[in-house]
């Protein structure tokens, strides 16, 4: 058994909910793979396989009314065996890795992905939920770091989506970001005053005076708001004075390059 925090199977039902794009193929494919060694018994392992190889055919073939007979097939034996077993050995022989695998191959995803956690890693079965979302633009490794660290799948999805959508941005911009997510104050406001930076295109200096303007340092926010007010940049000096953080690109250009 692993030591670690196990999430209820809502949890993991909050991932269907996040893309239309979520493939169930994919899914149960991917974590069908981590669970299906996991069988002790040789035997019962070859039938979890054959089951689980036909049903991800299925899946990817709803359309073949044969392929959907010969998986629910598949599963009524492996349910039926998995029963026999327990009936003979009772606590015995230790079936949760087939009951998990069969949950997944049931579509019972959540129930699946929080069974498994009693003998697989969080972070591997939350690669499988992730790459079922079928994401484009998408930073997957930021994504499962932040559901690993404890964030709610919505907010992780939605930092792994910016840092896709933005992944031209400059490397400083990028660790702001992310550290931003991590700490799980990213939100829209600071993603467009980071957007305007990166366009900005400001120099190594501008770019670790428009971090610490990020940051919140007061002594800077209110020299640069100084300036910005002896620029005629009235409106723009108050705005920063107030956390408006799109004028931080502003307010970093104005110092010499």
């Known amino acids: 058994m692993i030591r670690q925090q196990r999430h209820p199977a809502s949890w993991w039902d909050q991932f269907q909910q996040a893309s239309d794009k ?13 669970i299906a060694p996991k069988i002790s018994s040789p035997l019962l392992r070859r039938e979890a396989e054959i089951a689980l190889e036909v049903m991800v055919r299925h899946l ?4 073949s009314e044969e392929l959907a007979e010969r998986a629910t097939k598949g599963v009524q034996r492996l349910v039926e065996t998995v029963a026999r ?19 997944l191959l049931e579509g019972k995803t959540g129930d699946a992905a929080s069974e498994a956690e009693e003998f697989l890693k969080s972070q591997v079965i939350l690669r499988a939920f992730v790459a079922a979302l079928r994401l484009e ?13 404890g964030h709610d799948p919505a907010a992780a999805l939605h930092s792994g989506q910016v840092i896709g959508k933005y992944a031209w941005w400059p490397s ?16 829209e406001d600071t993603v467009a005053a980071l957007d305007r930076c990166a366009y900005a295109e400001l120099s190594p200096a501008q770019a670790r005076m428009a ?3 990020l ?5 800077l926010i209110d020299a640069s708001s100084v300036r910005l007010e002896a620029l005629g940049e009235v409106d723009s000096a108050e705005k920063l004075r107030k956390g408006d953080l799109t004028m931080v690109a502003l307010a970093a250009r104005l110092i010499p390059i």
């Open 22 to 34: 979520f493939d169930l193929a994919i899914l149960t494919e991917s974590l069908g793979d981590e």
């Open 85 to 103: 077993l327990q009936e003979r050995s009772g606590d015995g022989f230790e079936l949760r890795e087939a009951q998990a695998l069969i949950h």
């Open 137 to 149: 633009r998408f930073d997957s490794t930021l994504a499962v770091k932040l559901l690993a660290a």
């Open 172 to 187: 400083w911009l990028l660790k702001v970001v992310t550290e931003r997510a991590m700490a799980g104050t990213l939100d």
């Open 215 to 219: 940051d919140g340092e007061e002594a």
């Open 60 to 63: 990817n073939k709803p359309a």
């Open 211 to 213: 971090r610490r303007l």
